[in-house]
Structures are given as C-alpha cells and as structure tokens.
C-alpha cells in the first residue's frame, strides 16, 4: 500500500514546494517602501486636503501598496528652512520645499521664481506657472540643487497680495506701511513700494494688526483665512504681485533604491498634482473671501504700471547678487523668457532688462 502511493505523495510535494516558492518570490518581489513626508501645512488645510493626500492616496494604490507614507503635517518633523537639509541627510524622505524664496542667499537661480512677476498668476496660469519652473530648472536651476536631492515636482501657490487696514490705491498710500512678510525676495518686494517687511510668525500677526505694530501682510487671501488673522484688516489690492515657489524633494539615496517603475510612478504623480496645490489656493479664496469682510481695491492700470516699475530694482538686486559670484543671470531669464513664449504668455517688464 506504501509503495502505491508513494508516486502520487512525491507529485503533491513537489507541488507544494513550487507553490510556496511562489510565494515566497512573490514577496521579495513585492517589498513595501515607506517614505517620511513632511508638509508645511497643517492636516485640515486645504491644499493638504485636496492636494497632497488625493496624491499620496493615488501613488498608493498604483503601487499595490508597495508604497507607503508617514506623513507629519504642518513642519512637525522639519521647519521650513531645515527640511531642504534634511531630506539631503535622509532624516526624512519627502518634502514640500519652499526653497526658491528660503534659500534666496544659498539658490540665486531658483531665486527668480519668487521675483515680481517671474511667474504668471491667476487660476487660469496655474499650470502654465508650473511648467515654465520646470522648464528653467531643467536648463538652470539643477545646478544648484544638493547632489543627495531629486526633485520630483514644481508647485505654486496664489498670488501675493497687499492687505491692510487703511486702503491702498496709490504707492503714496503704502509707503511708511509695515507689513509681515515671508522673507527672501518677499522683504525687498516690500521695500521697492516703500514700506517696511517684518518677520513674524502667523500666531502673532492678529495681535500685532490690533496694536499697530503691523498695517497690513503681503500674502495669500487663503493663509490669511487659514490662520485666522484677516480680521483687523479691511482691504485688499486686486494685484498679485509675487506667488510662492516650492518643489516636492526626495532624498536621492531612498529614489535610487526604488525600482524604475516606482521612480516613474513617484515622478508622474507629483508633477501632476503639483497645480492643484495653486487651485486649492484660488478655490478656498473664491469661496470664502466674502466671509472675509475684506474689500478688494481694484486699482487703475496707471498704478499697476507704477507698482511694476517699483518692483523692478528687486530684480536689479538679484542680479547684482549673480554677478558677484559669477553667476550668468541672462543664461537664467532666457529659458525663463522662452517657457513664458512657449506657453503664449507675454511677459512682464523683467523681459527688458536683457536688452
């Protein structure tokens, strides 16, 4: 009986083996990579809402799970100024980087996305102002990045705009003013119109606006009404000057180790998602500016022009900054001027000084 059956006990063991080494091939080939990611906003903000985890959710599921995120909002594993070093020393492994108006002294190159007007604004140029970054980091800007960094989208956010107590509709009105500003070029975009910036953190700015010690922000409508701090302010100029760069960063150690089509699947849904960051920006401002009670000053065109040609001395400065270290700054506007081209945009008065 023994003897009978020993044929047929053999198969069923090979069977087994082959099933189980299936298996367990099946997963070595399936590991899980989990990635660090630090955002600069906070879990209930709304551009994490409707950007950043509709992103890490799609990547997630594309991976069969092989992907996975710990996610630690509003700069909890890195401050803004650190995150850039630290995803380069693999302390975390994703970051939102505002770098390109944060770094202004260590990144002249990508300094020139946060100059007056280097990017163009509104809902409709979104995307438009994504691609013209990308365009001139690919040609410039990739020089400058730490060498233990892949960049893996380019994002904005709204425009920038003057908010103050007192109205503003001519430049005589804002001089002397002091308004918080978010650093970098930001200050001396501030400057150019005759006011001063100041340095200070969102949970301070309420009070500073009740007691004066501010007359007004240059920013966001949509961070405004994140943090809760529109209310001693009355008005608002209808002219964004400025929007807020930043690029998503991996560390480059962990992005090597990947596969390539984990590599693809990271890149691709970063740079696509990277818009809505800009459109979540616009939509939270289109619905709840009203709850506001902020009125926007339309300005006359004579005004805007004059606000452009004050802010154009910020451009100057900058490229004093490149020549001092021998940085070739019309190698930088050219891509620039040439993305702007490409996606049938006009320029705006920076295209002058190469002439």
Known sequence: MKTRYLP????????????????FTGQAAAKTYTFKIDTFWGPEFHATKNSVLPCLDVIEKESDGRIQFNIFYAQSLAQAREG????????????????PNYETGNMLRGAIFSLPFSLPMGKDNVKAACRIMETVYNDQVIQEIDSNIVVLGWGVL???????????????????MTLRSSGGYHDDIIKSVGASPESMSPGDIYEALEKGILDGVFHTYA???????????????????????????????????????????????????????????????????????????????????????ATMPVWKKWIEKCEE???????????????????????????NLTK
């Open 325 to 351: 270290r021998n940085i070739d700054w019309k190698a930088i506007i050219k891509p620039l001027e040439a993305a702007w081209t490409a996606n049938n945009l006009e320029p705006k008065g920076w295209i």
């Open 158 to 176: 709204s425009e920038y705009r003057f908010m103050t107590v007192e109205k503003v509709e001519t430049l005589e009105d804002i001089r002397g």
């Open 223 to 309: 961070a405004e009404y994140g943090w809760g701090t529109y209310e001693p302010m009355n008005y608002a100029t209808d002219m964004g000057i400025a929007t807020f760069p930043y690029y998503t960063v991996m560390n480059k150690r962990k992005f090597d180790r990947l596969p390539n089509d984990l590599k693809t699947l990271l890149q691709e849904n970063f740079k696509s998602s990277a818009p809505e960051t800009g459109f979540s920006y616009y939509n939270d401002e289109n619905e709840h500016f009203k709850d506001m009670g902020i009125e926007q000053v339309t300005l006359s065109i004579d005004v805007k022009n004059e606000m452009l040609e």
């Open 84 to 99: 850039y070093d630290a995803a380069a020393m693999g302390l975390l492994d994703i970051y939102f980087f505002t770098g």
């Open 8 to 23: 047929r006990l053999l198969a069923i063991t090979i069977i087994m083996m082959f099933t189980l080494g299936s298996i």
